[in-house]
């Protein structure tokens, strides 16, 4: 598989979206080179070796499905994912109720291979299959004006224990800032190692955000908006000392009940010690879309 080792994107990846797609297009031609030959150099974090699907599958938190780690992997099966359609509304050309197919026709699906950082310090490496945001976004038509992107998870009551016991103000709700959503690390995964995503990782579709926090990453979404301002979030809304709406992963600010400095590598052998947590989880090209903010006051 060609998977892309974005922990070494660059300049490239971030310019015209012609010059962009071409570049895709060659990747996706280069079957066979690995993801070796493109990575360029190891991370300062060491390599990017994923987990195993056993892992990313039984270690989870879909607070629909209960608060256990295990919780969503014994109940996700409830969960119905099909017919699944997505309403998009709000500050765009095209607003509509959308079947999921429709939404992504046309559109191509990419590998990534992403570290991905739970708030509670732990983490993972993942390897995707999604369509970037950008290119649903620029199907839909963003208005002028449209400052952010609101994203909503399915309620289905009778399906899911978490909702029943209340534990969250469901439906779950997270967003991302226009520029945030625009670049080309977000994607809407619907896949992981080239399955059809499981139940327990946001089926049918999930936003995947990997310099921030996992909890920005909402998953099963049935409902887009575009929006002039900044929409609610839920952990920020159940707890806003200790989440706020922008989340991305710095080890230098600290939850207010635990370090944020290292985090624990979910599986065994060599990758059971605690690593250094990386600023914006090692993806330093999305730098640029917090000049001139304060991150130790937007956390
Ligand atoms: N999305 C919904 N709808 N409900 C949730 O409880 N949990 C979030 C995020 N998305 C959550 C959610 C949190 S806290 C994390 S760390 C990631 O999903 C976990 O994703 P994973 O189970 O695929 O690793």
Excluded at 106 to 120: A, H, K, M, T
Excluded at 138 to 143: C, P
Excluded at 161 to 177: A, H, K, N
Excluded at 201 to 211: D, T, Y
Aim: hydrophobic letters at 40%; charged letters at 20%.
């Amino acid at each position: 598989m060609a998977y892309r080792w974005t922990n070494t994107l660059t300049k490239a990846d971030i310019t015209p979206k012609a010059a962009y797609f071409n570049r895709r297009q060659i990747l996706a031609g280069t079957v066979g080179l690995g993801a070796i030959g493109l990575a360029g150099g190891a991370s300062a974090q060491g390599d990017l070796e994923p987990n195993t699907l056993e892992e990313i599958t039984s270690y989870n938190n879909f607070y629909e499905f209960g608060t256990g780690k295990g919780d969503p992997a014994a109940n996700a099966h409830q969960l119905q994912t099909s017919p699944w359609s997505i309403k998009v509304d709000g500050m765009v050309d095209n607003p509509g109720d959308y079947a999921l197919d429709d939404l992504l026709a046309g559109l191509s699906v990419e590998d990534r291979i992403y570290r991905f950082r739970c708030v509670e310090a732990w983490s993972m490496v993942i390897p995707w299959n999604g369509i970037e945001l950008a290119d649903i976004l620029n199907k839909v038509g963003v208005q002028s004006g449209a400052k952010y992107v609101a994203f909503e998870t399915v309620v289905q009551p009778e399906n899911m224990i978490g909702v029943q016991r209340r534990v969250l103000d469901f439906p779950y709700v997270e967003g991302l800032r226009l520029d945030e959503a625009m670049h080309p690390l977000s994607i809407m995964a619907t896949g992981i190692y080239d399955e059809p995503i499981y139940n327990q990782n946001g089926a049918p579709i999930r936003l995947v955000v990997p310099w921030k926090y996992g909890f920005k990453s909402i998953k099963s979404i049935v409902r887009i908006t575009l929006t002039d301002v900044e929409p609610p979030t839920s952990w920020n809304k159940a707890n806003p000392r200790e989440y706020g709406f922008y989340s991305n992963v710095n080890p230098t600010v600290d939850h207010p009940r635990w370090s944020q400095a290292s985090e624990r590598r979910i599986g065994g052998g060599l990758f059971a010690q605690r690593q250094d947590t990386l600023m914006f989880n090692g993806y330093p090209e999305v730098a640029s879309l917090y000049e001139g903010q304060d991150l130790s006051v937007d956390i």
